[in-house]
């Protein structure tokens, strides 16, 4: 007998931007589990915007000023930063329109940097959502 198990390939990580939150799905949020808080950033250039987690040790080090760290919350389905100033400035510097229900971005988490880079530059429809089973 020849069994193969099925293995689900992993879901993409999706990030959803709405005028005052960012979430981030349950593929990505799993890479927030155990940060204490987060930075927040963005490179015009590449027009990615960044999240690196913090850990606890790394806040309590003082080295990092209070104003460059964000807290964020993590569900079990779900991760969530609100951080209305943020995302204004995302909005203007990339030309985002955003609607309350948010628009979604392919991320992809970058190990060597330990950061999630979200790419701006195309919004995913719901049909491709749906198709490639981002979570």
Not at 33 to 52: F, P, R
């Amino acid at each position: 007998m020849s069994i193969v198990w099925f293995n689900e390939k992993p879901k993409e990580i999706v990030v959803t931007l709405t005028p005052v939150n960012i979430t981030i799905n349950k593929s990505g949020s799993q890479l927030f589990e155990t940060a204490y808080q987060v930075m927040l950033g963005y490179d015009s250039t590449n027009q990615l915007m960044l999240i690196k987690p913090l850990s606890k040790d790394e806040v309590l080090r003082g080295d990092i000023p209070e104003h460059a760290r964000y807290n964020i919350s993590i569900n079990s389905s779900y991760g969530r930063i609100a951080n209305k100033a943020f995302i204004t400035k995302i909005i203007q510097l990339f030309n985002l329109e955003l609607n309350d229900k948010g628009s979604k971005f392919k991320a992809v988490w970058k190990p060597g940097q330990q950061l999630l880079e979200v790419n701006l530059k195309e919004v995913v429809k719901l049909w491709q959502h749906i198709c490639h089973g981002f979570g």
